[in-house]
């Protein structure tokens, strides 16, 4: 596949693979050919087996501002005509509004979050800037997160579009129970010393290293025996999943499509507008850090 929305390079005689999200003009937000992108060259490093550590990060100041609601470039890919993705016309796209969007974000929303989670690699996020919404979910599918002192992590669907989060619902998990309802019902977002503290995030790198700190930390790792690498992460993440989150997933995920077919039920729409009660995400006010002194 030739990329578009992405870069693809291995450092280290192939032991690490570097996957960048390349849409900086629009804070690398996520529109459809960069997902098909991103899950062809997880997959792409996953068969490579030189490849020890994959590393996901992003050009620009931003990570990923989100899935992409409405640059040219997501609006061309969706809309039918001669540049409509085809991914459009498949797996559910055909189908009527809430059949449709339960199946299209089922499989590209949802399934390959799963898949990078489980991914035959040990793969590290490097993060900076805004990691909002569906950023969490790719920085969530990772191993482990590092970031540099400029990240801040939120999910903003509740607050600007009604939704009970995004689809891969790791929030209670990342989070915490408590602090997970408060973050999605106020919008508010956590710095990357809170990430920190909160066991979300393994390193926060001085702005400015995040490139060369992260290389280092994930040359750390790709001594480990790739075999030993594997069992550790496929440990954890069963300790996880008997813990009940993959079930979890499942659940919340039926309740976001519930969430997308109470506002089709109501509007024109399959999330909350102004004409329905809400704050249009378009209007919505910046994003505050969460702070335990401030209602």
């Known amino acids: 596949m030739t990329y578009e929305y992405i870069l693809y ?23 459809r050919g960069l997902l098909i992108e991103l899950d062809d060259a997880m997959i ?11 590393v996901l990060n992003a050009a620009g100041t931003v990570f990923s501002a989100g ?48 898949r990078w989670r489980d991914l035959r690699k040990t793969t590290i996020a490097s993060v900076q800037g805004n990691v909002y919404s569906a950023g969490l979910m790719l920085a969530w599918a ?36 408590r602090k997970a309802k408060e973050l999605l019902l ?36 790709a001594k480990v025996p ?14 996880q999943d008997n813990q009940g989150f993959y079930n979890s997933l499942q659940a919340a995920f039926t309740l976001h499509e519930l969430n997308h077919a109470h506002w089709a039920a109501i509007s024109d729409t399959i999330v909350q507008t102004e004409e329905t009660g809400g704050t249009g995400w378009a209007d919505a006010p910046p994003v505050r850090l969460a702070s335990k002194s401030t209602p």
Request: aromatic content about 8%; some cysteine.
């Open 67 to 114: 899935h992409d609601m409405g640059s040219k470039a997501s609006l061309k890919e969706r809309l039918p005509g001669p540049d409509q993705h085809e991914s459009f016309k498949e797996r559910g796209g055909t189908k009527e509004i809430v059949e449709q969007i339960m199946l299209q974000e089922w499989h590209y929303f949802f399934t390959n979050t799963r």
């Open 142 to 177: 990772c191993d482990l997160i590092v970031a540099d002192e400029t990240a801040v992590f939120a999910d903003v669907v509740g607050t600007r579009l009604g939704m009970c989060g995004v689809e891969y619902f790791g929030h209670p998990w990342e989070f915490g129970f």
């Open 44 to 54: 792409r490093a996953e068969r490579d087996d030189t490849v020890k550590v994959l």
């Open 226 to 239: 790739s075999a030993a690498a594997i069992m550790i992460k496929e440990s954890v993440n069963q300790a």
């Open 186 to 221: 106020t919008g508010d977002a956590i710095d990357a010393e809170e990430a920190y503290r909160l066991g979300m995030v393994s390193k926060v790198f001085k702005e400015g290293r995040l490139e060369e700190d992260t290389l280092a930390f994930a040359r750390r790792i």
């Open 9 to 31: 390079e291995t450092v280290d005689d192939g032991e690490i693979a570097i996957i960048t999200l390349n849409r900086p003009g629009q804070r690398n937000a996520q529109n």
